[in-house]
Nanobody, 123 residues
Framework: QLQASGGGLVQAGGSLRLSCAAS???????TGWFRQAPGKEREFVAG????????RYADSVRGRFAISRDIAKNTMYLQMNSLKPEDTAVYYC???????????????????WGQGTQVTVSS
């Protein structure tokens, strides 16, 4: 089970940190953030493999967003800086095990999904 939190309303250029708490963790655990804006498909934002900390980012957020995990707390984070109005979306966290790096951005690669948290960036 995944529990996402931290969304809200922020002005362009501002920052937010999303959290995703997992109730458990499997071997070769990997988690990711996706987002979906109204009328658009769900898109990959960032992913992380918990063993080793390998990360992957969408081009649209690289350099502005940072994904991390706290193994002791079983929690994943997404630090979002320099937010833009186009970052407005519902953000979802997802988890799976035994995912290959090239599939981090594929929604169907993830077995578990949390509820979304709304992020709204005003111009």
């Amino acid at each position: 089970q995944l529990q996402a939190s931290g969304g809200g309303l922020v002005q362009a250029g501002g920052s937010l940190r999303l959290s995703c708490a997992a109730s458990g963790r499997s071997s070769d655990f990997a988690t990711g953030w996706f987002r979906q804006a109204p009328g658009k498909e769900r898109e990959f934002v960032a992913g992380i493999r918990w063993s080793g900390g390998t990360t992957r980012y969408a081009d649209s957020v690289r350099g502005r967003f940072a994904i991390s995990r706290d193994i002791a707390k079983n929690t994943m984070y997404l630090q979002m800086n320099s937010l833009k109005p186009e970052d407005t979306a519902v953000y979802y966290c997802a988890a799976t095990s035994r995912i290959i790096f090239s599939n981090f951005d594929v929604p169907s690669s993830y077995r578990y999904w949390g509820q979304g948290t709304q992020v709204t960036v005003s111009s």
